[in-house]
């Protein structure tokens, strides 16, 4: 499960409503099927979809935090840039890249099956680029499968996200952020096809409308320049007994990014609420970060390109890591407990059958005292996959639920047509667990 999975369904929490929201009983059969549906959609559709690209490149994204009345107001007021305030109201970066002219009109549509998408704009520098789109009707629409090219159909080497909602005219409106990977730039064409879409948001019972919506776009060739400014740190820094240091800074229009070189002792697994900060103290949330290495990480933050900015930190509020070797969780199921849990307090619960989803339910309890101080942000990740008593692998879902009033529970679910076994193995990835204090460095 990767993080930006998780970070989204805690801001899916709906802060807004905290108060009332804390207050509700739930019963715990039902908050388990809300939690694991989040879980699902999340990964297949709702907020954000991610793409692969190299096996070398692994993103994970978090939604940013500045969504604000105010900042849509202001930015609708900008002449001609009144339809991106969806887009761009998230991002700092992308609000002052639009302000100082890094957009491209695009207006072109394109139909089949009555349906007609149209690619309104583009906002772009040479690292990262939105597609702003809009799909007719009244129903939402859901891409389900698009490829972005060159103008020789080679696939451009990126990570993407996406999401759409239904804006004020009943259509689907929609975003696809495209940032490119280490050393790549925006070709000077682009080919955006869309092969099928979906409707509805469950992706295993959606209906799938295939058809042709295919655009050509010439890239506008100033907004593709280098204009990165780049700031080289090379600075160390402790936390406790975890070392790492910063290398460098680029800023650009759109994107900055930090180069950290990761402690060789230890499994980076994520810094607690990073941030950058400048001199008159604006803010830039993470937006994620990119793996180049084991030991190198690009994060990856709001710009402040266009702010003219004297001085500019990394905060954080801690750092989580674990040991190198790798660890898992081992359970005897036929006895009911757990064999090991490589020493993070793990509790076996019980084992029950949903008939109605045709699957069986392994209920764990977490009881780590230094996990649960750090809830209820991702306690602990593990894969996808387990392994039988005889180290034959087999595909799981992971859930959990996390409550300020009990431990977190964690659900490992095995569907039945998969033979449940006597003993399972399953590798943990992550933690939130390792040394905790105040981080401020001065990058420039």
Excluded at 369 to 380: G, H, M, Y
């Amino acid at each position: 499960m990767s993080n930006y999975e998780d970070i989204i369904e805690e801001k899916y929490d709906l802060k807004s409503a905290k108060g009332n929201y804390n207050n509700i009983e739930i019963p715990e059969s039902l908050e388990f099927h809300i939690n694991k549906q989040i879980k699902r959609k999340n990964r297949n559709k709702l907020i954000f979809k991610l793409s692969s690209i190299a096996a070398s490149l692994v993103i994970a994204f978090v939604i940013g935090v500045n969504a604000s009345p105010a900042l849509a107001d202001e930015i609708s007021r900008i002449p001609g840039l009144a339809p991106l305030v969806e887009l761009v109201r998230f991002d700092k970066g992308l609000k002052s890249a639009a302000e100082n002219g890094y957009v491209q009109k695009v207006s072109e549509t394109r139909e089949d099956k009555g349906i007609k998408i149209t690619v309104n704009n583009l906002i772009f520098d040479n690292k990262k680029m939105v597609i702003d789109y809009s799909i007719e009707g009244k129903e939402l629409l859901n891409f389900r499968n698009f490829d972005i090219t060159d103008k020789d159909g080679k696939r451009l080497k990126a990570s993407q996200r996406w999401g759409n909602f239904i804006d004020d005219n009943n259509n689907n409106r929609g975003t696809i952020e495209i940032t490119m990977a280490e050393g790549e730039k925006f070709p000077e064409a682009i080919n955006f096809t869309v092969v099928s879409l979906e409707k509805g948001l469950d992706h295993e019972k959606t209906e799938v409308i295939n058809g042709n919506w295919a655009f050509s776009i010439i890239l506008d060739k100033e907004l593709v320049k280098d204009k990165g400014k780049i700031v080289n740190c090379n600075k160390a820094y402790s936390v406790g007994n975890y070392n790492f240091e910063i290398e460098n800074i680029r800023m650009y229009p759109t994107i900055t990014y930090v180069r950290v070189k990761l402690d060789p002792d230890y499994k980076f697994n994520a810094f607690k609420e990073p941030y950058l900060m400048d001199d008159k103290g604006i803010k830039y949330n993470l937006i994620g970060w990119s793996t180049i290495n084991d030991s190198l990480i690009d994060m990856q933050f709001e710009s402040g390109y266009f702010n003219k900015t004297k001085e500019i930190y990394f905060k954080a509020s801690g750092v989580y890591f674990m040991t190198k070797e790798d660890k898992y969780l081992s359970i005897d199921l036929e006895n009911k407990k757990i064999i090991d849990s490589s020493g993070y307090g793990i509790k076996f619960n019980d084992i029950s059958d949903n008939s109605v989803s045709n699957e069986e339910i392994i209920t764990l309890e977490v009881t780590d005292e230094k996990v649960l101080a750090e809830r209820p942000v991702n306690f602990i990740h593990f894969e996808d996959e387990a392994y039988d008593e005889k180290g034959k692998k087999f595909s799981v879902q992971v859930g959990d639920r996390i409550s300020k009033k009990v431990n977190p529970w964690i659900y490992i679910i095995i569907p039945k047509k998969v033979k449940m076994p006597k003993q399972l193995k399953i590798k943990i990835t992550s933690v939130s667990s390792g040394n905790m204090g105040d981080i401020k460095m001065k990058l420039n």
